[in-house]
């Protein structure tokens, strides 16, 4: 969860958005789902192993140059990188960048045991930061705090911007590694998030203009309101990018992470990452939405369904739903029936599996996406037969409802969390302890074949809890 005070975005409009509440922010309780495939043929994994991290032997020949000093930052990098479980290839090649890193966590005493997880950022760190804000977020690395401790509101973590900590809830200590480490690298995708542009300007948002807020003349100030967040662009967004660089599957917040892959299909990583990661989001994905035909008005009735959607809430006014969103953008952007377009459409029918139906959340195309949309009975038929492709898959246990779209180094996959279990029938068998994997499988829509597939686990950090 991320304490709202960051990401504002004001409307000059007479309606008002619902404000944000606690919000539950790690591990559900799932119901184990299990699916035992038959097997046929398999592949490679959807994308390319950890390599190791190496290092250059110093020449024997006399005497000895003065270091070149690039060569010496990556030769530390490499040997930090290995020490950190990390390899090469996750510095991208920003190796003075991750020694600067480096000593900001190595002395920083308020991080505690969890240092280690911190490490793990780096590679999301290093694609988005620009070098404008790099002392400015190495400053803020440098006085993180990280601590654990029984929270009395009912979610699993959260990061405070005003005094910069993550806080877990020590009740989490007793999950499963995976779904830990998913709920602290989840906080410290808020923290990344919240810091990697530098100093935030708040900036104001009206039907015509944008402005820094401090420049509205006070007699207008409190016309302007404010969308507390739009948090489903907040915890939706950071669901998703450590599904992209930690865990591989997503379990929380599914219609913010599916609109926001919806996104991604049709618009491409590049606004993707510039909405998450800009110093405000809802504004820089309002001005998108706008230049695509969206009014203002239109963008808080879309607004307020989300909230209502990802935290199980009945809508008040009118509803936008986010596939009639994404619907209008295919339509914009590609100029063609949407209907003929399977990936998009699995996409669609991924976004919204909750109690809440049409009746609550109406929509002009509600009679496609109701003959679209895939109960857990029926996207179990969808998916075993894809699970009958894979051969050797073990008998594993389905810890969501439903199969995701995830984009990985550019290319999208069905996936899901998982663990393996002993393949009998009888529920006493299982084993609560079994580690959580994700199931990453390459699959092509059009042709409905399953190419290869992959049971993924990130490198596991140690505590003493």
């Known amino acids: 969860m991320h304490t709202p005070s960051r990401k504002i975005l004001s409307l000059l409009l007479a309606c008002s958005l619902i404000a944000g509440t606690s919000v539950l922010c790690g591990c559900d309780d799932f119901r184990p789902r ?9 592949l490679g994994p959807p994308h390319s192993a950890t390599t190791e991290a190496t290092t250059t032997e110093e020449p024997a020949a006399t005497p000895t140059p003065d270091p070149d000093p690039d060569h010496a930052a990556m030769q530390e990098a490499l040997e930090l990188a290995a020490k950190h479980s990390l390899s090469e290839d996750d510095l991208r090649g920003r190796y003075d ?3 600067r890193f480096c000593r900001n966590v190595e002395n920083n005493g308020r991080l505690g045991e969890f240092a280690d997880y911190v490490y793990l950022l780096f590679p999301m ?20 705090k990280i601590q654990s401790w029984k929270i009395q509101r009912n979610h699993a973590g959260e990061y405070e911007q005003s005094d910069n ?37 708040k900036v104001t948002f009206t039907t015509d203009h944008a402005y820094p807020i401090n420049d509205v003349p006070k007699d207008q100030q409190g016309s302007l309101i404010g969308s ?57 994905l309002s001005e998108y939405l706008i230049s695509q035909g969206f009014s203002p ?70 009679e496609f996406l109701k003959s679209n949309l895939l109960s857990y009975e029926d996207n179990q038929a969808f998916f075993y037969p894809i699970l009958q492709q894979l051969d050797d898959l073990p008998p594993l246990q389905f810890y969501a409802t439903q199969i995701c779209c995830l984009y990985l180094d550019g290319k999208l996959y069905l996936a899901a969390e998982v663990s393996r279990y002993d393949g009998d029938d009888d529920d006493t068998n299982d084993d609560p302890g079994a580690p959580h994997e ?25 505590l003493n809890g």
């Open 34 to 42: 299990r699916i035992e495939p038959s097997a046929s043929t398999t």
């Open 97 to 99: 960048l991750f020694v």
């Open 125 to 144: 760190i290093a694609d988005h930061i620009k070098a404008e804000s790099e002392d400015y977020f190495l400053a803020k690395v440098g006085s993180l």
């Open 165 to 201: 900590t993550v806080t877990i809830n020590s009740l989490y200590l007793e999950s499963d590694d995976m779904s830990y480490m998913a709920t602290v690298m989840h906080e410290l995708t808020h923290f990344v998030d919240t810091n990697i542009d530098g100093p935030v300007e």
């Open 228 to 284: 507390s967040d739009v948090e489903f662009l907040v915890e939706g967004g950071a669901e998703l990018y450590i599904a992209k660089y930690f865990t591989h599957y997503t379990r929380h917040y599914t219609p913010a992470v599916q609109f926001l892959t919806g996104l991604e299909y049709l618009c491409g990583s590049e606004l993707l990452d510039e909405v998450f990661f800009a110093h405000d989001s809802a504004y820089v």
């Open 297 to 366: 008005e239109e963008l808080i009735y879309f607004y307020t369904t989300m909230y209502a959607m990802c935290y199980w809430k009945t809508p008040t006014g009118t509803v936008l739903r986010p596939e009639d969103v994404l619907i209008r953008l295919y339509e914009k952007l590609r100029g063609s029936d949407f209907r003929a377009d399977p990936t998009f459409c699995y996409i669609l029918s991924s976004i919204y599996k909750e109690d809440f139906g049409f009746d609550v959340f109406p929509s002009p195309n509600e």
């Open 438 to 462: 994700a199931l990453v499988i390459d699959y092509d829509f059009e042709t409905r074949v399953a190419s290869s597939y992959e049971l993924f686990m990130p490198p596991m950090v140690e």
